[in-house]
């Protein structure tokens, strides 16, 4: 398999205050990388799809000024969380696919945020 | 549409014994993929299993093998010999159009089965 990491684990901050979110691919490179979110006994809901050097594309409902996404590199992406709010509060996961590696999609350990 | 259906919340399966975890999907491309994935409550998705829309045999890793009925679009993910460490939820994936838009790679879910081994 492939390893990617997340960073940090998990992060408590305050309303108002922003909250970034990195997403590392160790051992592969990854055109592409995906950030999703996840409620308590839920399954993972998509945000958006990151490709390397462009634009992320949001779907839909999920705002864009809010949660800022770059993937600055092949092996980076990052999720900022602007002005938290306690909605917010969640589990972020980000995943990666291995540059031509299409059968294959590999997921960070994931970063719980607290919102107070 | 639910793109992917995993109709079973929770299943009960004594450990050494064999157990399915059902899942249907809806696409009309030709071309896509199926994952299963496990996560503990530890909350890491654990990739586990990959069926490729144009692969002629059923996908194996070890002890988990997938049951791919590609007229009924069922995925199942069978898991033989139990072990208490399977306990965790699974969720099943597809990606559609494998081939050329980056746009379409994203992994769509289901809604997961908990499973739940007992000695």
């Known amino acids: 398999g492939a390893v990617v990491s997340q960073h940090p684990s998990w992060v408590i901050c305050k309303s108002g205050t922003s909250v970034k979110i990195e997403c590392r691919s160790l051992d592969f490179q990854a055109t592409t990388m995906f950030w999703y979110r996840q409620f308590p006994k839920q399954s993972l809901m998509l945000m958006a799809t990151s490709n390397e050097g462009s634009k992320a594309t949001y779907e839909q409902g999920v705002e864009k000024d809010k949660f800022l996404i770059n993937h600055a590199s092949l092996t980076l992406s990052t999720l900022t969380v602007t002005s938290a709010h306690p909605e917010d509060s969640s589990f972020y996961i980000c995943?990666?696919?291995?540059?031509?590696?299409?059968?294959?999609?590999?997921f960070g350990p994931g970063t719980r945020l607290t919102v107070t | 549409a639910q793109k992917i259906t995993q109709t079973q919340p929770g299943m009960f399966v004594q450990e050494k014994e064999a157990v399915t975890l059902d899942c249907t999907y809806d696409?009309?491309?030709?071309?896509?993929?199926l994952f299963w994935y496990k996560q503990p409550s530890s909350g890491e998705m654990i990739f586990l299993i990959y069926?490729?829309?144009?692969?002629?045999q059923n996908a194996t890793e070890g002890r988990y093998s997938l049951n791919f009925q590609k007229a009924r679009k069922s995925a199942n993910l069978v898991i033989s010999a139990s072990q208490l460490g399977d306990s965790a939820m699974y969720f099943c994936a597809m990606r559609e159009g494998l081939q050329g838009n980056t746009g379409f790679q994203k992994l769509v879910f289901g809604t997961g089965t908990r499973l739940l081994v007992s000695p």
């Open positions: 069926q490729g829309s144009y692969d002629q």
């Open positions: 696409t009309s491309d030709p071309s896509y993929g």
């Open positions: 995943s990666a696919i291995p540059s031509g590696r299409a059968r294959e999609q590999y």
